[in-house]
């Protein structure tokens, strides 16, 4: 089975405090996904990775940085919190098929349900 | 620019009756569709998915759903319902054929009750 873990559950932080959300997927998967789930909104692209150190902006990038040293770990940042980030926050991934066809499948983590206060 | 709408916020269906959860979609080209399933303090899961062929497909945990090009619709079905299928339901499109860039629609809520 594929395990996308997320390195916090829970998660109280201050206004202006630099924030890392991690993310680890444990089968080898080319592409990685950062999502915010609001009510009312749905899920909502932030960034994604579609590769080692290449990145890509989402719908939604303002105010957030992302990170991918390995391909396994795909890192979110708030360079800055603000109370507007609190949310929830899902890490997906997913691998692409010989020829260049995805399986058409994410892998979500469990989510951080981030608090700034 | 790739669409899909949800009308519903909660679906609420007694026990054993059939439900239906409803999605709308607008895209340029043929459509990749797609269900996601969210049950209480856990991540979402792939339920099904729509790239061509039938238009009634089958997924997971006795789901299915109905393509219906004319009408641009996605709706997502089960014939019975369990009260274990309370959960939050996601319906999606892909952006392009060639990325697995997804768009969300806003989610709904099903209740089903005993």
């Known amino acids: 089975d594929v395990k996308v873990t997320q390195s916090s559950r829970y998660l109280v932080k201050r206004t202006g405090e630099k924030v890392f959300l991690e993310c680890v997927q444990d089968?080898?998967?080319?592409?990685m996904f950062w999502y915010r789930q609001d009510p009312g909104l749905g899920l909502r692209l932030i960034y994604f990775s579609y590769d080692v150190k290449m990145k890509e902006k989402g719908d939604i990038p303002e105010g957030y940085s992302v990170s991918r040293e390995k391909k396994e770990r795909f890192s979110l940042i708030l360079e800055s919190a603000s109370t507007n980030q609190t949310s929830m926050y899902l890490c997906?991934?997913?691998?692409?098929?010989?020829?260049?066809?995805?399986?058409?499948?994410?892998?979500f983590g469990p989510g951080t349900r981030l608090t700034v206060l | 620019a790739q669409s899909v709408a949800q009308p519903e916020d909660q679906v609420n269906v007694a026990e054993g009756n059939p439900l239906t959860v409803k999605c709308t979609y607008s895209?340029?080209?043929?459509?990749?569709l797609f269900w996601y399933v969210q049950y209480p303090n856990r991540g979402l899961q792939f339920l099904l998915k729509y790239i061509t062929g039938d238009n009634l497909v089958k997924g997971s945990y006795g789901f299915e759903a109905e393509f219906n090009k004319s009408q641009t619709s996605f709706h997502l079905k089960k014939p019975s319902a369990l009260v274990s299928d309370s959960a939050l339901y996601f319906c999606a499109v892909r952006v392009s054929y060639n990325t697995d860039k997804l768009i969300f629609g806003t989610g709904t809520r099903l209740q089903v009750f005993p």
């Open positions: 997906a991934s997913s691998f692409w098929l010989a020829g260049g066809r995805s399986t058409d499948t994410q892998y």
């Open positions: 089968m080898d998967h080319e592409n």
């Open positions: 895209v340029s080209g043929n459509p990749y």
